[in-house]
C-alpha cells in the first residue's frame, strides 16, 4: 500500500459523514445473543405457542364442539365402552374413558399448568429474592436465622406435608399452589444471598454507602439490578419444575381434583387403558413433556445469552467458541459466575453447557505435552 | 469428628422432633372440634368407631396433655390402629416396606451407576459424540416428571412385550422370597424409570464438577510426576469432584421419596407410597401420619449418612 493511498484513505475516512456510536445496554447484548441461538428462538416460539393455546381454549373447544367436561357416551366410546382413538368420530386425538374430547382437555389442562407454573415462580421468585437479599445484605444474626431457615425447607420432603395436607383438607388449586410456593423460595433465596454476600463488598456499594444511601435502597437499587441475570435464569428454570409438581400432584390426586382437567390428573384417569388406548396416555404426555422441555431449554439459552464468556455470535457455531477464557480457575474468579451460582442451588445443577476447559479438542493428555514445552 | 457426628444427630433429631409437632397441629388443633376423630377413622366410620377413637386417643382432653400423649406414643413406636381396616399401623408399614426398600436400594444405585459413569465418560471426552448425546439426555431427564416416564415405559416395554408373549416383565409386587425372577422382574421399569429421572441430574453435575477439577494445577502436577491417567482420574480427579455430587444426594433424598410414591402409583408397587396415597383417598389420617413420620426419619437417617460420607470424602467439613 502506497502512501498516497493510505493519505487517501484517512482523508476518506475523514470525509465520511459523522456516524453516532451506539452504545448498548446489557440486555441488548443478551437479546442479540438470544437471537443467534437457534434452539433458545425455537424453544421460545414454542412456549409462545403453547401460551397461545392455553388463551385460545375456549375458541378450540368451540371449534371441535366439544365441551371440556362435555362426555359422549355414544359417539365417544366403542361398543365395549372403551375410549376412540384419534380421528374417530370427530374427535381429533381421541376421547377419554367416558367420552370426553382429549384434544379439549388437553388444552384446557394447558390453562391450569402454565396459570400454576407462572403463579407459584412469580411468587417465589419475589419472596426469595427478598429474603435472599436481606439474609445476604445484613448478614450475622438476621443472615444466620434466615439461611437455618432456607436450610430447613431446601431439605423438607415436600411430598410429604403435601400429602398430610390433602389428607386434612382434601385436594384443591389453592394446596397445590401454596406448596409448590412454599419449595420452591429456598432454592432462589439461597443464591440471591450468596451473589449478595460478594456484590455488598464491592466499591460502588460503598460509594452509594456514602453517598447516604440506606440498607434497603442499596438492596433494592443498587444490588438487586445486578441479580436480575441470574434470577431471571432460575425463573425461567423453576416454571417447568412447578408445571411438573402440580402434573404430580394431580397424578397422585392430591392436585387438582376432578373433573377440572390437568395434564396431570388426565395422566392419572389413563392408567387403567394402557393395553388399549395409547393416545389417552401419549397425547398429554407428549403435552407435558414439550412444555418443559421447551422452558428448560429457553432458561439454558438465556444463561448461555447472559454469559459474556460464551460469544458465540461473533465466532458462529454454538460449540465452536467459548475457548476464549479456558482455564477453569480464571473462570472462577470472574464476577457472578451464574454456573456457580446454580451449581451451588438445591434445584438440578444446570451447567451441562459449560465452558470447556484448553485441552477439550482432544485427549488431555495432549495438551498438558504441548504446554509443557 | 465425633463432634461433628453428635451436632448432626441432635440436628436430626430436632427436624423429627418439628415434623411430628407440624403434623400434631395439622391433624389434631387446626381441624374443628369434632372433625379430629372423623379425619383419623377413614370415610367409612361409623359413630362407634368413630367414638372409640375418641376414646383411644383421648381427644376430650386438653390439648397440651393430647400432645404429650402423641409425642410419648410415638417414642414409644406405637403409631396407633388404623381405623379403616382395623390393624396397626405398624402392621400395615411393615408389609408395605420390602417392596418400598427393593425399589430405593435398585433405583440407587442404578441412577448413580448410570448418572456417574456418564458423567465421566462426557468430562473425560468433552464435546464427543457421547458427549453431545449425553447432554441432549439430560436435557430430556431433567424435564420429564417421573409418572410420565413410568407410563411411557410401560406403554412401550410392557404393554409391547406382552402383546409379544413375553411376560417376563410385569407390573404389581411378587416378594423376592417367592420368586427371584418375579422380583427381578416387576423391579427391572420401576428402577429404570428412577434412574432415567435421577441419573441426568448426576450425569450433569458430575461431570461439571470433574470438567473443572481437571482444570486444576494439581491435576498437572499428578500428570507430570508421570502416573498413568487413568489413575490420575480415578485417584485424584473423582475422588475431590465427587464431593457436590455427595451434597447433591442429600438434597435429593426428599425428592426421592417423591418419586418413589410415583413409581409405586405407577407401578402398583404396593408398597409404603401406594398405601399412603390409597390412605388419603379414604381419609385414614392415622396410617397417614404413621407414613409422615416414617418418611421423616427415613429422610434424617439418609442425611446423617451422606454426612459421615461426605466427611470423608472431604476432611475440611470434619475440621469446621
Known sequence: MSITEVQFQATAVENAPPQAIEG???????????????VAVMSMVVVLLICAIALCAPLIAAATGHGEYQAFPNRGTNAFGQPVGPGANGFPLGTDQIGRDLLVRIVYGARISLFVGLLTTVVATVFGVSIGLIAGYFGGFVDTVLARIIDAVLAFPFIVLALALAAVLGPSLAIVIGVITFFSWAGISRIVRGQTLSLKEKEYIEAARSLGAGPWRIMFVDIL????????VLATLYIPTA??????????????PPPAPSWGNILSEAQDHYQTAWWFVVFPAAALLITTLAF????????DALDPRTERIFAGGRTALRKRDSRGKHRRHRGLDLDQAILAGAQADLSADRPMPEWSGGPPRADTASKGG | MARFLIRRIVAGILVLWIVATLTFF???VAVPEGVVARNLAGRA???????QVDQNLGLNLPKPVQYWHYLSHLLRGNLGYSYYSQEPVTTILKQALPATVSVVVGGVLLWLVVGL?????SATRPRSLFDRAATVGVLAGVSAPTFVVGELLIIAVFVQLNDHGITFIQTGYT??????????GCMILPWITLAIVQAAVYTRLSRGSLLDTLGEDYIRTARSKGITERRVLYRHAVRSAMTPVVSQLGIDLGALLGGVIVVEQVFGLQGLGQQTVTAISQGDGQLVIGFVMLAALFVVVANLIVDISYALLDPRVRIN
Not at chain 1, 225 to 232: A, D, R, Y
Open chain 1, 24 to 38: 448498548r445496554s446489557q440486555w441488548q447484548l443478551t437479546w442479540r445473543r438470544l437471537r443467534g441461538d437457534w
Open chain 1, 243 to 256: 408445571v411438573s409438581f402440580e402434573a404430580t400432584l394431580s397424578f397422585l390426586g392430591i392436585g387438582i
Open chain 2, 117 to 121: 459413569g456418564a458423567g465421566i465418560l
Open chain 1, 225 to 232: 439490578p445486578n441479580l436480575l441475570g441470574p434470577v431471571l
Open chain 2, 45 to 51: 366410620a361409623t359413630p362407634a368407631v368413630i367414638a
Open chain 2, 175 to 184: 416378594p423376592i422370597s417367592q420368586s427371584f425372577a418375579g422380583w427381578l
Open chain 2, 26 to 28: 395439622l391433624f389434631f
Open chain 1, 296 to 303: 428448560n431449554l429457553l432458561g439454558d439459552g438465556i444463561r
